[in-house]
Every structure is written in C-alpha cells, then in structure tokens.
C-alpha cells in the first residue's frame, strides 16, 4: 500500500476535528442542522489553517446519503467518493492555473446541471483572488443568482484581492492562525497516534517554526519521524531544521545584561565553531526580543501563554530577563536587531557585524532620542561642575541686537551677564570666549574686567531682590531641575533649552541666549506648545511666573592687548560687517572651509 503523507491521512473529516476554528465549525454545523445553508461562501485565512478541509466536510454534510449532518458518516458512497476526490459532486478549481475568462465561462455552462448522487453540486475555487477581472466578471451573475443545487466556496489568503461585488455576495468566513498551544497539542496528539515519542518542548518548537500552518506543523512531525526514528527531542529539532537552541538565545541576553564585552567575541566564536548560521541567530535572537517585549508589556499569564509561548518556565525566565533589562532598553534591541537583520543579508563579514551590534547593544551606544538627550544633559551637568575647564571661562563682551520693548526714552535697565560654554572648535577671531589657558589671570586688564561684569550683575540682582521678584542668580541656581523637569514633561523641549543661557530678567521676563549655530533651538522653544510648558515649569519650579524671550548672542572676544591699542578695536567694531565678517559668519554657521578667495 502507498505510503500517505501525515497531513493527508490525519485532515479533518467532520466538523469536530477541525483544530482551532470553532467560530467557523459552530456557525456551519447550527446552519446544516437548521437547513440554513447558503448558496455561496467565502473561506480567508492564511494557509494551512483548515480552508479547503472545511470546504470539503460541508460537501459531505449536505450530500451525505444519510441526510444533511454536521457529522457526515463517512461510509456512503457519497461521502468516500468526496473523501477520495473522485465526486462528480464536488468540483474543485484552483484559479492560480485556471485564472482565465474560459474556464469560468465553461463553469458557467455546466451549473445548470442537477447533482449526480448527492443533494448539492458544491464547487470549491481555491485561490480565488488569482482569478482575472474578466473572469470575476464572468462569474459575478452567476454567483449572484445560481440554481438552487449549487454552493460555491470561494477560497484565498489575499481576501482583500477579492472584488467587492464578489465578497458581498457571500457569506465571509476568517480562518485565524492557529494558537501555538493548540498546534504543539495536536502534534503530539498525532505523534502518539502514530506511536512516535515525542518531548513537549519539541513539539512547541515545532509549533512556532509553523507559524499557525497546522499543515506544516504536521509535515514537519512527518519528516522528523524519519530522521530520528520515531523518537523526537528538542535537539532533533533544532538539528534538522537549523535552528539556534532557546538556551543558545538565553544565554546571549544574558551576555548582554551582564556587560562583559570581552564575552562577546569568545561567545560568537562559539557560535561559528559549532556551525551555527549567523543569520539565523540574529532572526531567533530578533523573535526572542519580541518575546521579550509582551512579557513587559502583558502581565496577565493566560495571555501571555496565547501570545508567548504555554510553557509556565519559559514565561518565568522571559519576565526575569524582561526585569533587568527595562523596556525602553527591549525597544532598543529589538530595532538595533531589525537594522542588524537587514544589513547582514548583505554583509561580507556578518561575523564583523553581529559583533559591533552586540558591543553596542551591551553599552547602550544606541542611537536613540531618548540616549541622545541623556549624553547631552550628562555633558552638561560635567561642563558646569565647579573646576572644570569650562567654568573656568572669563564672561567676554556681548552684542546684543536690538528686540521688541520699551521706548528709548524709557530708563535702561542693567543686563545680568551668564557664563556661555566654550564652543569645541573655532578659529575664528570672534564668537568665542577667552578662557583661562588663553589670557593671564593674573593680569591688571582680566582682573579689571572680571571686577566690572561682578559689579554689574551684583546692582541688577539688588534691584530685583529689592522688588521680591526672582533673580537671575536663582535661576541659574535652579537651571538644572528646570531642564530636568522640561525632560520628564516633553523631551525634544529639553533637548532645546539645553542649548539656552539664562542671560537676564527684565521686567519679570527671562532672556534666554543661544549661540548662533543652536538659533533653530530658540526659535522652537517659542512656538506656542513649548512656550506654554516652559512658562509652567518656569512657574512649578521658581514659584512665581515667569515669561522669557529668546536672542541669538554674538560674542566677541577680549584679547589682552596694550592700552594704546584699545582705540583700535573699538574703531573696527563701529565698521560695521566688512567682507570679511560676512565671509567669517558664513564659515561659523555653515561649518565651511575657504577653497580659494578671489578679490
């Protein structure tokens, strides 16, 4: 006798065998019991979730010489001439080979036709969707309209290929994927049947490579009873198919909690010794992060079996894992691995890859908003710390330009001077700061200056303090709670106020500078949203509020020059922009570089 294949031999043959599609099982089987059958319907779901099986039980239950059952009986000619394919009945049709006008218009032809042995002549369309649109069009009346001893069943994956005009006249049906703990229970279910042993853990890996095809998964025992001689472990599995063990993926999470970067390449090295596929590691390592990321986000464990994985263990070790790793640091990984996924298809060296991702990973190098903004408010926090080489910085001279407020005839009011951080690289003989590796401290002009700017900010804060509003001196006390709260509220808001200097307070509004090359910063933190959550912040944090403006600040530099040349300087200063200003400004804020200067 000829060997038949196991999801041949094991396809459902009643409505009560179908696995994991009970809403389409219960709603067929009261319709044949209430002889409400309709003239046509239409079964979608991916594949091997039970389209054409369900299809073929509902021929044999309205043709079953015993009378219409939902469990036909499986021992009248009608129904084994359907079981075998041999029904003149039962017209099957796959419409990916038989797409064309032609073959409907010959189906067409042939409906009239009353039915040779059963009630119903049923006729099964697999892949319906293939059909063209001359074709759909030819069999549209039909459908519509056909005898009264005719049932279509329309069949596809691809349901939304499927015209509408088609669709509406038909009775619609989704097929679900199959749960992975229905499957790997149905597997051993067939394992035992056909007295092969099999581990329950391999029967869940099973389960998961045939993403919810019950039809695969039951090829796949096929295959395996060969290969290990009716006797399957999880290792057969992971053997056969090419798979990277869970323990392998575990341990590779836990490499990366641990922060041993030295343990990366020996792991990897271990990878490549014993023969395992780097890509396939990085798409098992890529499903165990998505794992990882429902088990932060689902807490209830019946769903968390459903979505994950039945195993009560597995989840225990997912969650502690999902613990020490947080679930912004889950995101991370999971789009790093995305990225590694596709550039590693095409890498000479995935060796070199897997091992620079999985460094970064460990370090938490990822190129994230969120990672962005913390580096900066960390470079911050270290420039601003007392003996740093920044705060050192001596105050310059600044230009202010000229901005909406009172007349000219109105008093001037004093201008709190703010220290500005030194900018990392600029030749330039203006926009930048003397520090004190760049002028002598201990000369009679530094100290003069240094006197005059204390003396200044010293009368501007008495004047405020003397009225009982804030001060400039408590803002900048308290600018870094304020950028911590700009943080928690809106992160892009924090990452432009970091840009910002607290420069004055004028008439109950603070002056915010920044240089030029962070203006786009402080034309975004005037825009109404952010404006309106910094003046709350500004309120929560001060006590008091507080509007504010912002300016782009213009630094000159202070050279310590002899007192006969002073005159000089303020003469080149009244110049106003020469050719050369205009040249230096167009370098500072595009970051470029004179090729050739012609006259």
Same mark, same amino acid.
């Given at each position: ?146 005898? *009264?001893?005719?049932? /279509? ?21 989704? /097929? ?25 853990? #391999? ?42 063990? #869970? ?17 990366? /390449? ?66 991370? /990984? ?79 009011? #004093? ?21 004190? *590796? ?123 020059? #002899? ?37």
């Amino acid at each position: 006798m000829a060997y038949v294949s196991l999801y041949r031999k094991w396809r459902p043959q009643s409505f009560s065998q179908i696995v994991g599609q009970d809403h389409v099982s219960r709603t067929l089987s009261n319709a044949i019991e209430a002889d409400h059958v309709g003239h046509a319907y239409l079964f979608a779901g991916p594949r091997g979730t039970g389209k054409t099986s369900t299809a073929k039980i509902l021929a044999k239950s309205v043709n079953c010489l015993k009378g219409s059952t939902p469990e036909p009986c499986g021992t009248c000619e009608s129904c084994k001439t359907i079981m075998n394919g041999t029904s003149l009945d039962v017209i099957e049709m796959d419409a990916a080979s038989n797409r064309g006008i032609d073959e409907i218009r010959e189906l067409r032809d042939k409906v009239a036709f009353a039915a040779t042995i059963g009630r119903k002549k049923v006729y099964i369309v697999d892949e319906v969707h293939m059909l063209t649109e001359h074709a759909f069009n030819a069999l549209l009346k039909t459908l519509e309209e056909p005898p *009264s001893h005719v049932i /279509f069943i329309l069949a596809t994956t691809d349901a939304h290929k499927v015209p509408v005009t088609i669709s509406s006249r038909c009775q619609h049906f989704v /097929f679900r994927p199959i749960s992975m703990q229905d499957m790997a229970e149905h597997v051993i279910k067939v394992a035992k049947a056909e007295k092969v042993s099999i581990a329950k853990e #391999a029967a869940l890996v099973i389960a998961r490579q045939a993403e919810g095809s019950l039809r695969d998964a039951i090829g796949i025992l096929d295959q395996l009873a060969t290969y290990t001689d009716k006797s399957i472990t999880n290792e057969n599995v992971v053997d056969f198919l090419g798979l990277v063990d #869970a323990g392998v993926i575990e341990t590779s999470i836990d490499l990366l909690i641990s922060g041993q970067t030295e343990g990366v /390449f020996e792991y990897v090295e271990s990878l490549v010794q014993a023969g395992l596929d780097l890509r396939q590691f990085v798409s098992s390592i890529l499903s165990y992060s998505r794992d990882l990321f429902i088990v932060s986000q689902v807490k209830t464990e019946q769903r968390l079996h459903l979505l994950v994985s039945p195993d009560k263990e597995v989840i225990k070790r997912l969650q502690k894992q999902a613990g020490q790793l947080g679930e912004d640091r889950i995101r991370s /990984f999971t789009a790093e691995l995305s990225t590694l996924f596709e550039a590693i298809k095409s890498s000479a060296q995935p060796r070199l890859a897997v091992e620079l991702t999985l460094i970064r990973m460990m370090r938490g190098e990822e190129l994230t908003i969120e990672a962005m903004a913390a580096r900066i408010e960390s470079l911050e926090t270290q420039t601003n710390k007392p003996g740093s080489a920044s705060s050192a910085t001596i105050p310059a001279a600044r230009i202010e330009p000229p901005r909406s407020g009172p007349s000219e005839s109105a008093p001037t009011k #004093a201008v709190d001077e703010a220290p500005r951080r030194t900018p990392a690289k600029d030749n330039t003989a203006r926009d930048v700061e003397v520090t004190s *590796s760049e002028a002598d401290l201990s000369s009679p002009e530094t100290k003069a200056g240094l006197k005059k700017v204390e003396e200044a900010s010293s009368e501007a804060v008495g004047k405020k303090e003397g009225n009982g509003e804030v001060t400039l001196d408590t803002v900048k006390n308290m600018w870094p709670e304020i950028l911590s709260e700009a943080k928690k509220k809106k992160l892009s808001l924090n990452a432009f106020l970091i840009e910002g200097d607290p420069l004055a307070i004028t008439d109950g509004s603070l002056t915010i500078s920044f240089g030029s090359r962070a203006a786009f910063a402080g034309k975004e933190l005037e825009k109404r949203k952010n404006a309106e959550i910094l003046k709350a912040i500004f309120s929560e944090v001060l006590g008091t509020k507080l509007d504010f403006s912002t300016i782009v600040d213009k630094i000159v530099k202070e050279p310590v020059v #002899a007192k006969n040349e002073a005159p000089k300087r303020e003469e080149k200063q009244e110049e106003g922009l020469g050719k050369e200003s205009a040249l230096d400004m167009i370098k500072e804020s595009f970051g470029a570089e004179v090729v050739d200067k012609k006259t």
